[in-house]
């Protein structure tokens, strides 16, 4: 018997869909805080020292939380070709000013620390707010353009055609996606600072934070009424094939309004995706109105994933529909890669990820503790 078969095919497609999940879950976690310190550095520290507070309590993992972002786009170029074939050609643009955001980040961890001069300081410190806030809204403003559609068509030669702009990629419903994805990584960076630093920045970081949270609620459920009510979703018409070729032409798909609620109706325990997001936001406030560190860091955490979570719950199985071409939409049946490759990923992935999680847990372990301002003024211990 050979291996691969052991795991049908639809299965090994279904996990997959959701390993894809728990990958941008992982990255919103650790790198989220990440990027919402950065967001929060010019807000939340007035003084170099406070600055310098705030970028060593990211300092030294901030790096290694990134393996997730690599880790994801590792998964859907070897699991989901096409989908990556249509994303990273379709939102080019919108992927290179996120790249070059990143790209800020270590260049104003090194640099910035290389000259006292105040000014030099500062231009390095609005880079990192850079490196912190472009990511974050453009990560936002992706999910929404996904959750309308994307166009795209597919030829019956199997070639891809992406006909959209970059300009296009900012309607006003994905640009509230991305106020969302804004507001969440702001809350999240706000309780890892109050969880890693102390004095003045812990509780500016502690007042943000609770803004954001209240944000976090309140436009995720406007975002939740616009995309009930002005955005059409996608429904396979014809008979679904799990087992089919990964050809997305084979199937019909028509746009509805509503229709991505309709999995909540459906499977009603999918409901518990944005239930966890709004709890979460809400959870996350009281605990930072009640200083309740390591609470509300958690919190934080079940607010981002059930919020990432909420959105391919109400889109299963689309994973990227089409809005000139709805047949060509790509589904969680029609756009994997072949039986046997999903197999031989889900063996490594079975090895590596724990191997992943555990040197993180035990590098969190390591430099578990608030950061020292003494010692960042005394130049001990500190990388920035």
Known sequence: MILHTLLDYDVLRVIWWALLGVLLVAFALTDGFDLGTGTLLPFVAR??????????????????????????????????????????????????AVLLALILRPVGFKYRSKNEDP???????????????????IFGVAMGNVLQGVPFRIAPDMQIFYDGSFLGLL???????????????????AAWLVLKTEGAVAT???????GAALAVVLLYALAGWAMATHVDGYRITSDIVTQGASNPLFKTVAGMEGAWFANYAQH?????????????????????ARRREGA???????????????????MFPFILPSS???????????????HLTLFIMLVGGMIFLPIIVAYTSWVYKVLWGKVDAAGIRDGNGHAY
Not at 303 to 312: E, F, K, P, R, T
């Open 296 to 314: 509300t860091m958690l919190f934080s955490s079940l607010s981002i994933a059930g919020i990432v979570l909420s959105v391919g719950a109400s």
């Open 47 to 96: 003084t170099d020292l406070e600055r310098r507070v705030v970028i060593n309590s990211v300092g030294p993992v901030w790096e290694g939380n990134q393996v997730w972002l690599v880790l994801g786009g590792g998964a859907i170029f070897a699991a989901w070709p096409q989908l990556y074939a249509v994303s990273f050609s379709g939102f080019y643009l919108a992927m290179a």
């Open 204 to 210: 500016r970081a502690r007042t943000w934070g609770m």
């Open 171 to 189: 309607n006003p419903f994905a640009l509230l996606c991305g106020l969302v994805s804004v507001a969440m990584l702001v809350m999240h960076g």
């Open 119 to 137: 000014r030099w300081r500062a231009a390095w410190d609005w880079a990192l707010f850079v490196g912190g806030f472009v990511p974050a809204l």
């Open 268 to 288: 009603p325990w999918t409901l518990g995706a944005p239930v966890a997001g709004f709890a979460g936001a809400l959870l996350a406030l009281l605990g930072l």
């Open 324 to 338: 000139i071409q709805p047949a060509a939409s790509l589904t969680v049946w029609d756009a994997s890669s072949s």
